[in-house]
């Protein structure tokens, strides 16, 4: 099977777009991961990237295709698929600079002609040769190659300024004007929104920074003022990212905003206190009035997004943490004072809290699917050690002796997933994930000839419920190997995802 782009991960900097574009938020740089939404083809019409970008374009898709070789055949070509799409006749530098609460920007152009074997050269001499990349020759004939192919059928098709900015603006807020420079120590938010429910520090960079949880009701005029323009910035790093009406009663339920804030303090700690934006969480609020075992409200998270200068320290798992505490009422007292107990159903409105019966998630990415199914087994794991306060989701008998994996049962699942808020799925995986765990420790003190027995004995149980699952697409393939080499994939799938978690089990 040939490798090709559509098998690679999505990761800034990778499409042709998204290599001509340095997003600036304070301090940091950074580039999208998807560009889509804006440009077609997720390339700039005319455009190509100045040549350190491009060269690390090239190295980012080197990268990943290194990843995947041990599954098939790498492709020959070093770049993505959007530097092909069309002739370039220039390269381009868009640099957007977003003021600390995100709801303005600024954004500016800077363009060179296309010269390619002198800049190539020069730009791969600078390149680090200790790195996953291509050697600089290869990397050279690859990328002039796909000029070559662009030069047979050279257009004067490039795209306008005003055209780039209506294509820009769809993933940018508010942007003022053309300009190169934009003043730090303005823009910041004064206060915040909604309630602040929870506090933390994280070091990064070697920066110790402190962060507040607030949670805003969608109904307030300044939070859905402020959302509107924060949450374009989303289509640049979801793939499916949709703006939302915070306000809207659509679909019979309430918004809430889950706003994770920098605070940046004065010298003076008690003054001069101000806000930026670094991340949020979307929230729908709906009744379920036929939802098993309990009618109640789902609480649906429908986007979730971590600024990239803020990503890989735990704030996502920080904010995981804070949704399922809002789910189990820790933050009661704080919903009254925000006068959000007002639900609506049955045409009406009135002032009794339905109890939340169930947190999900709507359409997760991979990434985002990877922090629930952890933040979810580490709260499995609390609800099942006994040394615990915490109310048991299983019965003992479910957990199965040392040698034993007996699969969870409908009926025990759907009262687990009661307890614990969270889909009947969710917890199938989750125990899954627990009896991995257990696996691996008897395998470690098990003889060499009871170790396959207690191994099927686990493959058997999980492909039994990805059997289940998965029925529509198993049932898809045309032959009885077809399916059985499909139902391994995935179990081969579900068990790297339960490694990985956990491999970093705290």
Not at 473 to 496: F, N, P, V
Request: proline share 3%; glycine share 4%.
């Amino acid at each position: 099977t040939r490798l090709t782009d559509d098998d690679l991960e999505p990761v800034a900097g990778l499409s042709s777009a998204a290599a001509c574009i340095d997003l600036h938020l304070m301090d940091s740089v950074f580039k999208p991961v998807f560009t889509h939404q804006c440009f077609m083809h997720e390339t700039i019409l005319g455009f190509r990237p100045f040549v350190v970008d491009e060269e690390d374009a090239a190295n980012i898709a080197n990268i990943q295709r290194e990843k995947l070789k041990h599954k098939t055949r790498v492709e020959t070509d070093v770049l993505h698929k959007s530097f092909k799409q069309q002739a370039a006749s220039k390269r381009l530098k868009v640099t957007v600079k977003l003021i600390p609460s995100c709801t303005a920007c600024v954004v500016s152009f800077k363009k060179a002609p296309l010269v390619e074997d002198q800049n190539l050269t020069e730009a791969s001499e600078t390149k680090d040769t200790n790195s996953l990349s291509l050697s600089g020759n290869k990397r050279k004939a690859s990328m002039v190659r796909f000029h070559d192919k662009c030069k047979e059928d050279q257009k004067e098709d490039i795209m306008s300024d005003e055209d780039m900015l209506k294509g820009l603006n769809k993933a940018l807020p508010n942007i003022n004007h053309l300009s190169n420079d934009i003043d730090n120590k303005c823009g910041f938010l004064e206060s915040t929104f909604g309630a602040t429910i929870s506090e933390c520090r994280r070091s990064i960079q070697n920066d110790e920074m402190e962060f507040i949880l607030c949670l805003a009701d969608g109904k307030n005029i300044e939070v859905n003022n402020y959302h509107n323009q924060a949450q374009k910035l989303a289509l640049w790093f979801i793939e499916n990212a949709d703006t939302v009406d915070l306000n809207s009663d659509e679909g019979g339920g309430t918004w809430k905003v889950l706003y994770l804030f920098r605070v940046h303090r004065s010298n003076d700690e008690d003054k001069d206190v101000k806000f930026s934006l670094a991340g949020y969480m979307t929230l729908f609020c709906f009744y379920s009035p036929f939802k098993k075992p309990k009618a109640g409200i789902i609480l649906r998270i429908c986007q979730a997004l971590i600024l990239p200068p803020y990503q890989r320290c735990g704030l996502g798992s920080f904010m995981m943490t804070a949704v399922y505490d809002y789910a189990y009422g820790k933050y009661d007292s704080v919903i009254e004072k925000m006068n959000c107990v007002d639900d609506v159903y049955e045409g009406e409105r009135t002032n009794v809290m339905h109890e939340i019966v169930e947190v999900n998630v709507e359409d997760p990415s991979p990434s985002f699917t990877a922090l629930r199914d952890r933040s979810d087994y580490n709260k499995f794991k609390d609800c099942i050690n006994p040394e615990n306060d915490l109310m048991p989701i299983l019965p003992k008998r479910c957990l199965g002796d040392d040698n034993e994996f007996p699969p969870l049962n409908e009926k025990d699942a759907i009262s687990a997933a009661a307890a614990a808020k969270i889909t009947k799925s969710q917890i199938q995986i989750c125990y899954e994930i627990y009896q991995l765990r257990k696996t691996k420790k008897i395998l470690e003190g098990c003889a060499e000839e009871k170790k396959e027995g207690i191994d099927k004995s686990y493959r058997l149980m999980v492909k039994k419920r990805l059997n289940h699952f998965h029925r529509e697409e198993i049932g898809s393939c045309a032959t009885k190997m077809e399916k059985q080499a499909k139902l391994s994939e995935l179990y081969e799938e579900a068990r790297d995802r339960y490694n990985s978690i956990l491999k970093h089990e705290t």
